[in-house]
């Protein structure tokens, strides 16, 4: 197939070489502390220290407002990423410009760190359309629900890349549930063949909905399922903002450089419910949730910033602030967002008008007349009679 | 000259890549051994193996890396190897092939095309002889077309590739054989536009695929019974021409369709709706089906009695001018 199999020699002389190492990799302490390790250098200056910092407090916010927007009935049901900023910011961080993301439907913070606006994304949450931002301008492909069906997505532009010598890497988030599907198995395979240089990265952040990670696998950790593909099984703690950059980045450089695609699990933990109609009382126990908040990501980059002196109040007044004007925004777009037009929806079905649906469109229309001359409110619809979701 | 409709197929898929560096074959088999129906027999050997790409084996990930080389920007066309082996892929095609031109806001581009050789009547074991094609119909965002002779399966897989939508090909695999007597490259009209094969005018048989063929020989001995039938191709399945089919049960008062699938919610169903719908004041007889039946497909030995054959459709013609 492709030139460079020396990545895929090695691995089969040597396969445990593939094998995830027995601790995921950890470099700062809750307290902040750093301790460096040469084996996952953090080639990061102080300046993207502090904005890295930045914009997890920005995700973090904006996250909340969109709960908020829930709670309020402007958006059908929200899954809040609280907990797994450190993973998902320090992770497309580690990214080029040029290289894609490929998220599944809790990827905020990946999106925050591609300029994506958020108010965009949170059409699909308020069913006012199902996107609505640009994926080749941000090299942010769109949102996905059905689980762990991205995966093959983000392997088949991988492969692409490859077949055009363009160095670009793909990576495509899911989570440990996600690892149970078919389709990354099927991307994992078809991956490892091909070379493409695509990063699997792995959320694991602890919970299927209700189903914890010991119901999920068998398997010694999520990261072991790589060496059945042939790739290379990372683990990082995601709730370590320093830990998960230096172990994608290296995944990323690698794969870039021709040596073929990588599994990255990082170990965090969802704060919240799965999504706002999910009630986690039912299945996980307050104490565990307080533990959890101790290995907060954002606590602990802040600590480690403040020793360092990185970070001094007004520098965090002013994020706050930021934070709160940037959810403040999506706030008003996404109250001032109009429903979506009936009409559109025969727009964009194909590429090619087609007689049959401009029948049906034609259909719609004159029942809008319809409805319009009898003085019936439009906009009241009566598809929906209340916002449910998964 | 002698052309088969596999070779037809074959050198449109060769045309394309030829003309459209973008252009790639992926799928089970399809390279080295030329796919087990030999449609994609010397591509890889003619536009190497990155170009014609054999796939681990495994339905879903062949559409689901279609779409993301789509995506990139290439135009793949990827093979499902038999109409049993398309479920595995049922999602990808489904919820995202199908739809993320829509879900995208008209931003992505979805060019691939899906080929997928169907039916029965080849003696072949279990799961290799289905007819799927209500499932994709059925779904928005997907046009399904399927070629009837060797003409239209250069056309029709030379204009799904062309398209900037998914196309589903859905390849008759019994009449991968057929043979007619052309020089390639071909010219056809659009596959939206329904064929007449053979004009008449008692009685409309709306058929497609593999029942192109069978219509024609039941035509052929209709006439013996002094029955003069029209054979109308359909071509495309989404859309669907109703204009033709309409225009077609004008003229004749009557119509018969005929098609392998099973009966219920078959693309029969979807043709009697639409006669009724626009010509019911033409229609001397109910629209009645010439199909597979409502069971699970039979084993080989017994298909002989499951599969629409030309007295089946006699059978039908004959009902139908009692009314």
Partial sequence: MVDDVTGAARAKRDPTSLLPPAEPVHLLDPDGTLHEDPDHPVELDDDALVAMHRTMIITRRVDREAINLQRQGQLGVYASCLGQEAAQVASAWALGEGDWIFPSYRELGAAIVRDVDPADLLHLFRGTWLSDHDPYEHRFALLSIPIGTQVLHATGFAMGARFDRNPLVTMVYFGDGGTSEGDPHEAMTFAGVMRAPVIFFVQNNQYAISVPLSKQTAAPTLAHKAVGYGLPGYRCDGNDPLATYAVTRRAVERARDGQGPAMIEAVTYRMEAHTTSDDPSRYRSDEELATAALTDPIARLRNHLRRRDLLDDATEQRFEQEAAERARAVRDAVYEAPHGDPLELFDHVTTVPRADLAAQREELRAELQRRADEGVDEGAGEGSESGGGA | ?323
Avoid at chain 2, 111 to 133: F, K, L, M, N
Avoid at chain 2, 155 to 160: I, S, V
Avoid at chain 2, 192 to 221: F, N
């Fill in chain 2, 1 to 323: 000259m002698s052309v088969t409709l596999a070779q037809a197929i074959n050198r449109a898929l060769a045309d394309e890549m030829a003309e459209d560096e973008r252009v790639l074959v992926l799928g089970e088999d399809v390279g080295r051994l030329g796919g087990v129906f030999r449609v994609t027999d010397g591509l890889q050997a003619r536009f190497g193996d990155e170009r014609c790409i054999d796939t681990p084996l495994a339905e879903s990930g062949i559409i689901g890396t279609a779409i993301g080389l789509a995506i990139y920007g290439y135009r793949p066309v990827a093979e499902l190897q038999f109409d049993g082996f398309s479920y595995p892929a049922f999602e990808q095609l489904v919820s995202h092939l199908a739809k993320l031109r829509n879900r995208s806001r008209g931003t992505l581009r979805l060019p691939v095309t899906v080929r997928i050789p169907y039916g029965g009547g080849i003696g072949a074991v279990e799961h290799h002889s289905e007819s799927p094609e209500s499932y994709w119909v059925h779904t928005a965002g997907l046009t399904v077309v399927t070629p009837g002779t060797p003409e239209d399966g250069y056309a029709m897989t030379r204009e799904a590739i062309a398209s900037d939508d998914p196309v589903i090909v859905l390849e008759p695999k019994r009449r991968y054989w057929m043979k007619a007597d052309i020089d390639l490259p071909v010219a056809g009209p659009p596959a939206r536009e329904a064929a007449v094969r053979r004009e008449g005018h008692d009685v409309t048989i709306v058929c497609y695929g593999p029942m192109v063929r069978t219509a024609l020989e039941a035509a052929e001995a209709a006439e013996e019974q002094g029955w003069s039938l029209e054979v109308l191709d359909l071509r495309s399945l989404s859309p669907l021409d109703t204009d033709a089919i309409t225009a077609s049960v004008r003229r004749t008062g009557r119509a018969v369709v005929v098609h392998e699938a099973a009966r219920t919610l078959g693309m029969g169903a979807e043709v009697a709706a639409r006669i009724q719908e626009v010509a019911f004041y033409h229609l001397e007889a109910p629209v009645l089906r010439a199909t597979g039946f409502d069971t699970p497909y039979p084993p080989a030995k017994l298909e002989g009695y499951w599969l629409p054959d030309v007295d089946r459709i006699l059978d039908l013609v004959e009902r139908s001018l009692a009314y």
